[in-house]
């Protein structure tokens, strides 16, 4: 069974960086039939896709959301069976919950979950 | 990109009800679509994927039809525990992923 386990803090101040790492057990994050991907949820809205990284270390960002642009960064340590999650100059409106999920390349579809972490950025 | 829209944004419901939840999306996106279910707290659960191939495990009083640009979830006798949000997602132009805006159900 895979599990997924995102990690960091729930607390990050106006400016600074947000970071945050999802653990995967139960499965390789080197097998080439997923995706890995960061989504986020802000409270009473729908899921926002951040973007995903391939275990060759391809990597794909939300171009079409100007929030993002050029703030994300997604990496993967495959020695570690972890990727990673770097959003910088963060303000109140990147206060959401966060999901890292796997997402199966023949019908991108998001399988398998983790449980979801809150960041709250605030000084 | 494409835009997902979900209706009703909201629905009320009694247990053993059949209800449906309809997801259009701004493009003919095939059969790429997927359907998810969120409760309270909780990370959302793939429903079905392909539009109408349900996910392991998952119970069979649920279904999806549709393709092209109209898309339908169906849950054929309402329980407790169904009673959630659920949310459509486009996958056939990717990246990015688009979700549609969720469709919560509630008990009547």
């Known amino acids: 069974q895979v599990q997924l386990q995102e990690s960091g803090p729930g607390l990050v101040k106006p400016s600074q960086t947000l970071s945050l790492t999802c653990t995967v057990s139960?499965?390789?994050?080197?097998?080439?039939?997923?995706?890995w991907s960061w989504l986020r949820q802000p409270a009473g809205k729908t899921l926002e896709w951040i973007g995903r990284?391939?275990?060759?270390?391809?990597?794909?960002?939300?171009k079409n959301n100007p929030s993002f642009k050029s703030r994300v960064t997604i990496s993967v340590d495959t020695s570690k069976n972890q990727f990673s999650l770097k959003l910088t100059s963060v303000t109140a409106a990147d206060t959401a919950i966060y999901y890292c999920?796997?997402?199966?390349?023949?019908?991108?579809?998001?399988?398998?979950w983790g449980q979801g972490i809150l960041v709250t950025v605030s000084s | 990109d494409i835009q997902m829209t979900q209706s009703p944004s909201s629905l009320s419901a009694s247990v053993g009800d059949r209800v449906s939840i309809t997801c259009r999306a701004s493009?003919?996106?095939?059969?790429?679509l997927n359907w998810y279910q969120q409760k309270p707290g909780k990370a959302p659960k793939l429903l079905i994927f392909?539009?109408?191939s349900l996910q392991s495990g998952v119970p069979s009083r649920f279904s999806g039809s549709g393709s092209g640009t109209e898309f339908t979830l169906t849950i054929s006798s309402l329980r407790a525990e169904d009673f959630a949000t659920y949310y459509c997602?486009?996958?056939?132009?990717?990246?990015?992923?688009?979700f549609g805006q969720g469709t919560k159900l509630e008990i009547k």
């Open positions: 999920a796997r997402v199966g390349t023949s019908w991108e579809d998001f399988d398998y």
């Open positions: 139960g499965g390789s994050i080197s097998s080439g039939d997923y995706y």
């Open positions: 990284v391939y275990s060759r270390g391809d990597i794909n960002y939300n």
């Open positions: 493009q003919s996106i095939d059969n790429y």
């Open positions: 392909a539009a109408s």
């Open positions: 997602q486009q996958a056939l132009s990717t990246p990015p992923y688009s």
